[in-house]
């Protein structure tokens, strides 16, 4: 299985910025899929994560300004990321909980990053 990020960038405080994370490999099902972030120096950090189901959960810094979605059916997950702040500076990572086989027990992948930069 391999989570493959991509969408990062330089963006102006402000402005708007859209990741993507698409799994691929052998994939039975796919759980909670979510996006954490890690600042230079910093711990990484959840931004926010999606069930199956589509119900969601951000931290308070991410409410309001992310949206976090996923298409079940390309087995990826996105983050719109909109009123971007210098702070939100970090190296996005994509998470999924992933069952390869029926009878096996899902486990955590992680994507490789994407640097976002929000600066002037």
């Known amino acids: 299985v391999q989570l493959q990020a991509s969408g990062g960038g330089l963006v102006q405080p402000g402005g708007s910025l859209r990741v993507s994370c698409a799994a691929s490999?052998?994939?039975?099902?796919?759980?909670?899929m979510g996006w954490y972030r890690q600042a230079p120096g910093k711990y990484r950090e959840l931004v926010a994560d999606?069930?199956?189901?589509?119900?969601?959960n951000y931290a308070d810094f991410a409410k309001g300004r992310f949206t976090i979605s996923r298409d079940n059916a390309k087995n990826t997950v996105y983050l719109q990321m909109n009123s971007l702040k210098p702070e939100d500076t970090a190296v996005y990572y994509c998470?999924?909980?992933?069952?390869?086989?029926?009878?096996?027990?899902?486990?955590?992948?992680w994507g490789q990053g994407t640097l976002v930069t929000v600066s002037s």
């Open positions: 999606i069930t199956s189901g589509g119900a969601t």
């Open positions: 998470n999924a909980r992933i069952r390869q086989q029926a009878l096996s027990a899902p486990q955590y992948y």
């Open positions: 490999g052998i994939i039975f099902s796919i759980n909670d």
